[in-house]
């Protein structure tokens, strides 16, 4: 069974940066497209980010462009989400998807526990 663990999240001044993790496990990671979804206090879950399988292609929500940059290590199982210029609207917990096809969706296969992010202004 695949299982994702994200880790890194934590709590940020305005303006500071962080890098999410999440290690994939249970399957053959090279299958899979990542995303990466956020959810604020009473809001929908929102995409982020995602990637191929071969980091050949990437996709951004608006609010991500320019700041956020996705990438993966397929020989660590892991995607991470390099976050700057962090802003208090960029708090939300922030969840890690898998799904066979790209872009990831909401409706992907897998999906995290999540990892808080707070930014305090």
């Known amino acids: 069974q695949v299982q994702l663990v994200e880790s890194g999240g934590g709590l940020v001044q305005a303006g500071g940066s962080l890098r999410l993790s999440c290690v994939f496990s249970?399957?053959?990671?090279?299958?899979?497209?990542m995303g990466w979804f956020r959810q604020a206090p009473g809001k929908e879950r929102e995409f982020v980010a995602s990637?191929?399988?071969?980091?050949?292609?990437?996709y951004y929500a608006g609010s991500a462009k320019g700041r956020f940059i996705i990438s993966r290590d397929n020989a660590k199982n892991t995607v991470f989400l390099q976050m700057s210029s962090l802003t208090p609207e960029d708090t939300a917990v922030y969840y890690c998807a898998a799904e066979t096809g790209y872009p990831v969706s909401r409706r992907a296969e897998y999906w995290g526990q999540g990892t808080q992010v707070t930014v305090s202004s």
């Open positions: 249970g399957g053959t990671f090279t299958r899979y497209a």
């Open positions: 990637i191929d399988w071969r980091s050949t292609m990437s």
